[in-house]
C-alpha cells in the first residue's frame, strides 16, 4: 500500500517539474514553444536550443523575396484568386436554413431594441420624477 503512494507520489512529483512528461499526455492547445522544442528533442531526454542563427537568415530571405514580387497586379489577381479557392470550399446554408437564421436575427434585434427602448423610456420617467 505504502509502495503505491510512494510511486503515485514520485510519477507526481516527476510529472511537476518535467515538461517531457507533460508533451505526452494531451492537455488541449500547445503553444508554438513547447511544440518546436518537443519535436526537437534528442534520445537523451534533453531539449535541443533553436537555431537563432539559422531563422535570422529566413527572416532576411523572406522579406528579399516579398520586396521583389513587383506588379501589383499581379498581386490583386492572386489574391482573388485565393479568395474564390476559399469561398469554394464554405459551405452554404440552402433556402430553409436562411429562412431560420434570418428570421432568428430579426426577432432578436427586435427584442434587444424593445429591452433598451424599454429601459431608456424608464430612466426617462425615473429622471423626471426624481428631478422633477
Not at 537523451?44 to 520586396?67: C, I, M, Y
Request: aromatic residues 8%.
Amino acid at each position: 500500500m505504502s509502495d503505491e503512494r510512494d510511486t503515485r507520489r514520485g510519477a507526481h512529483a516527476a510529472d511537476d517539474g518535467d515538461d517531457t512528461a507533460a508533451a505526452t499526455r494531451p492537455s488541449g492547445k500547445r503553444s508554438a514553444r513547447r511544440t518546436r522544442a518537443a519535436s526537437s528533442q534528442v534520445d537523451t531526454g534533453t531539449v535541443a536550443t533553436l537555431d537563432r542563427p539559422s531563422r535570422k537568415a529566413a527572416k532576411t530571405t523572406d522579406r528579399a523575396e516579398r520586396k521583389t514580387t513587383g506588379n501589383p497586379f499581379k498581386r490583386l489577381l492572386k489574391f482573388l484568386r485565393e479568395v474564390i479557392a476559399e469561398l469554394r470550399k464554405v459551405i452554404w446554408p440552402n433556402r430553409k436554413q436562411m429562412v431560420t437564421y434570418t428570421s432568428v436575427v430579426l426577432v432578436f434585434v427586435i427584442f434587444m431594441v424593445a429591452y433598451i427602448s424599454g429601459l431608456d423610456l424608464a430612466f426617462i420617467k425615473g429622471v423626471n420624477w426624481l428631478f422633477g
